[in-house]
């Protein structure tokens, strides 16, 4: 059992990461500018509330509590929902001020949230990529500065494995579009609509590459993360993402209607293949998600019967190929 200090631990995915890590038996420390509520704090978790931007914060947060792993989620999380400048200045700084402060404290483990974004997909100015599926090695384009910030988190942990060398371990990740459990039963989703409806309209799931990942997947990604990072290279980058794709058809079919100039390099997306490769998680951690659209969006009951029919007809389908 370890002590793990989540900022960003009141958000979307953040709420499922405290809740995990402390099911699976760690003391969890949530920091976030908002509380969660009292009745839904998870037991195991302590919250503390804190601007993480304030000057010194970081540091006395975490010398005030002293955890063994730092995992930062903390961040304005959708482009262009602020000015330009305020993302790139508050993801930048505050990804800074979190990694640094826990790195002259000496903690063993330090983690921060990437977006698969960094590729640089949806630009305005057209976009493709080298192959599919998407991985590790491919090629950061970012366009805004979400994507950039992103990035540049990427690249501070980066340069404080290479100033560390073993002494503390470092690693960031790329979660894919998070749907937290309550979206399965219909509550919106990140952009507003529900995960239905995303399914429904492939126009809606498209600009994110039909891309996504249960929350509480990402949650059982940062525990094994955790557990292994003694042992694996230091300063990684892993995508975390469903094993399928969202999507009601193969993307070989869907991704050329939508990302001009595809057909050839989709052409290898056959049946329920995703976007974006998970191969390097399952690899050097034996990470697996456990869930899919598939098994969970069953049990919703806002799905109206026309949809309804259409997924179970689509999840059914995939199965055989899968
Ligand atoms: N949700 C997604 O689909 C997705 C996809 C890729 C990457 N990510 C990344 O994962 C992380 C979590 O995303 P999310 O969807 O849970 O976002 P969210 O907006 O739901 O949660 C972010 C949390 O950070 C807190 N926060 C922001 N500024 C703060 C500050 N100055 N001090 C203290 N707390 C502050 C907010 O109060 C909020 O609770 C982010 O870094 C985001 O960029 C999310």
Known sequence: MSRIFVTGGSGRLGRSVVAGLAAAGHEVVSVDRDAIPADQLPAGVVQETGDLLAPGEALRLLRETGPD?????????????????????????????????????????????????????GSPAGWLPDSFP????????????????????????????????????????????????????????????????RLADPALSAPALFNYVDARDVADFLEVLLQKMDTIPNGETFFVGAADALATAPLAELMPRFLPGSEALAAGLTGTSPAFSIAKARQLLGWEPKRSWRTELKTATTLNDETSARLVSAGSGAKETS
């Open 69 to 121: 792993a730092v995992i930062h989620l903390a961040a304005i999380a959708v482009p262009f929902s602020a000015p330009e400048d305020v993302i790139f200045a508050t993801n930048t700084r505050m990804a800074f001020a979190v990694i640094s402060a826990a790195t002259e404290l000496g903690i063993g483990k330090i983690v921060t949230a990437s977006s698969p974004t960094v590729l640089g997909y």
């Open 134 to 197: 998407l991985d590790e090695r491919s090629t950061p384009k970012p366009w805004n500065a979400y994507a950039l910030s992103k990035l540049i988190a990427e690249q501070t942990v980066a340069m404080f494995a290479a100033a560390q060398g073993t002494k503390i371990r470092y690693a960031a990740f790329r979660p894919c579009y998070v749907i937290s459990p309550e979206e399965w039963e219909g509550a919106p989703t990140q952009q507003g609509h529900t995960l239905a409806e």
